[in-house]
């Protein structure tokens, strides 16, 4: 099954970052966030990726292409004249499909343009600015089982500001941005091929987010598998130091129980 993960945004909302490089090569521990949520798929056993690509698109096929004696120990011996290169650690064993998608195009256009790569009925999609501990195998049972044309995992929202709780006009607790019963697009889809025909290109104006969506909803074709776990986006610079800060507590929600 096809991983698709949007990777050709501007990321205009962090632009202190993404001037330099597109947004799914932000720097995490080392690593692009994309490659985390790649990690993420792969511990499931996902390992066939599209990357549907567009701002500074070219950087992401240089990071892949890089990545094997960047991130690797190796030895280079020219001593018979051949140069030899080993590497002494194993490889990500993973198949990435980029496909260029156009700088200016907006996500459901993206996703119509990848529609000729897509063979099996179902496939995965997500945004490459997201983690979460989410269980992927129980994602994709839901999806069966409800046996619409999309799942869309649904994450509970915090709020903005911090709230205060009062009794009788003195202040008890500060919480801050606790999170709310409202619940909020958090990525990591499951669609079936039908999800084309919702789609119109619409000379790569089309928002999944806007009219494909609701008219799923509509149809009442939209699945929501409820994710209670960890998730955190980069939307903003503010995002991206804390994601930093905070590594090491969710790299082991992410990676802790999955070997």
Request: glycine share 10%; charged share 30%; hydrophobic share 35%.
């Amino acid at each position: 099954m096809k991983v698709v993960i949007l990777c050709g945004g501007k990321g205009t909302r962090i632009r202190e970052i993404s001037e330099d490089v597109p947004k799914p090569l932000i720097n995490i521990d080392g690593r692009p966030i994309v490659w985390h949520i790649m990690n993420i798929y792969y511990h499931y056993g996902f390992d066939d990726f599209i990357l549907p690509i567009g701002y500074k698109g070219q950087k992401i096929k240089e990071y892949f292409m890089d990545s094997p004696w960047k991130n690797n120990d190796m030895i280079i011996d020219n001593r018979e004249g051949d140069f030899k290169i080993t590497l002494l650690r194993g490889l990500d064993k993973w198949r990435i499909t980029f496909i260029d998608t156009g700088e200016e195009t907006m996500t459901g256009s993206r996703i119509k343009r990848i529609e000729p790569f897509i063979e099996e009925n179902e496939f995965m999609l997500t945004y490459g600015d997201g983690v979460a501990d989410i269980d992927i195998k129980k994602l994709l049972k839901f999806h069966r089982e409800k046996g619409k044309i999309a799942t869309m995992t649904g994450i509970k929202a915090k709020s903005q500001y911090g709230i205060l709780e009062v009794s009788d006009g003195i202040a008890q607790r500060f919480v801050e941005k606790p999170k709310t019963d409202q619940i909020v697009n958090g990525g990591f889809f499951v669609l079936n091929k039908e999800i084309f025909k919702y789609i119109d290109d619409d000379g790569g104006k089309c928002v999944l987010e806007k009219e494909p969506l609701e008219k799923l909803v509509e149809d009442k074709q939209l699945a929501v598998y409820l994710h209670l776990g960890f998730w955190t986006a980069i939307d903003t610079y503010k995002d991206y130091v804390e994601l930093n800060e905070n590594w090491d507590y969710i790299k082991n929600k992410l990676y802790g129980n999955k070997g």
